[in-house]
């Protein structure tokens, strides 16, 4: 099977555990206003045979064996059909695999992808549909629907919410985050991500307009952050 594929990392490290290889996707639905590619928003890019990832990724599969596959975007779910296809591949390999999405989508067939899948890393941008909408451009709608799916599946969750200074980075709005994440029936890490402006020179090339004007998330700030989490859910990431 033929999808758009942005990009391919074969030795990566910080999305969902151990040494991993990285496939990201072109295409989202949602606009976020901290966006650092949104060379990845459309679904263009390379046009790949879901085999040529797989053959040129399991090469290296002995050095995946306590780390895995991660689908990446972009947003994996977007083009559905190629990520169940890359999955099923990757699990005949005996790989762990993982999806990083932010449920702007929810495809007919992610029951099955989750069948296929043994960890999802979900981006959980807001807790309201207000929010949603005004910083996002989309709805939390199917976020809520696909945190119920991956409930009755009983999949492993690694969620993370980016902190933008001015915007969602105070205890008072992190409690709201946190009615969300506790009701994630198996949630293993709640981690904060913090703002950086690395991506803004993309929106110039790209003839894209940057809408935030905001510094960086102090590290001191975000560690201040992560504390709060963790003590809310009894648990250190």
């Known amino acids: 099977m033929e999808g758009y ?3 391919i990392e074969t030795f990566a490290t910080l999305d969902g555990g151990g040494i991993r290889g990285m496939v990201f996707l072109s295409g989202c639905k949602f606009r976020c ?16 045979d879901h085999k040529e990832i797989v053959k040129k990724l399991a090469k290296n599969k002995n050095y995946y064996r306590n780390g895995g596959i991660t689908i990446s975007g ?5 083009q559905s059909e190629y990520t169940l296809a890359l999955l099923e591949d990757f699990k005949k390999e005996g790989l762990h695999t993982a999806i990083d999405t932010s449920g702007c989508v929810l495809p ?20 309201n549909e207000e929010l949603y909408q005004k910083y996002c451009g989309g709805s939390i709608e199917n976020v809520l629907k696909l945190i119920d799916i991956i409930n009755q599946k009983d999949k492993k969750v690694l969620l993370r919410t980016v902190i933008v200074p001015a915007i969602n980075d105070n205890t008072e709005m992190l409690d ?5 994440a506790k009701t994630i029936k198996n949630l293993t890490c709640y981690e904060l991500l913090g703002y ?3 991506g803004v020179d993309k929106y110039k090339q ?10 960086p998330l102090e590290s001191d700030k975000l560690l ?14």
């Open 5 to 7: 594929v942005h990009s």
């Open 206 to 215: 790209l003839g894209l307009e940057y809408k935030l004007n905001c510094p």
């Open 196 to 198: 950086h402006t690395l």
């Open 176 to 180: 709201k985050y946190l009615n969300i």
């Open 33 to 48: 206003c901290y966006c650092h590619n949104p060379d990845t928003w459309f679904t263009k890019g390379t046009l790949t």
């Open 224 to 237: 201040e952050l992560q504390g709060y989490i963790d003590r809310k859910l009894y648990e250190k990431c």
């Open 108 to 127: 007919v067939n992610i029951e099955k992808i989750l069948d296929f899948t043994d960890l999802v890393i979900l981006d959980l941008k807001f807790y």
């Open 74 to 78: 972009g947003d994996p779910l977007v």
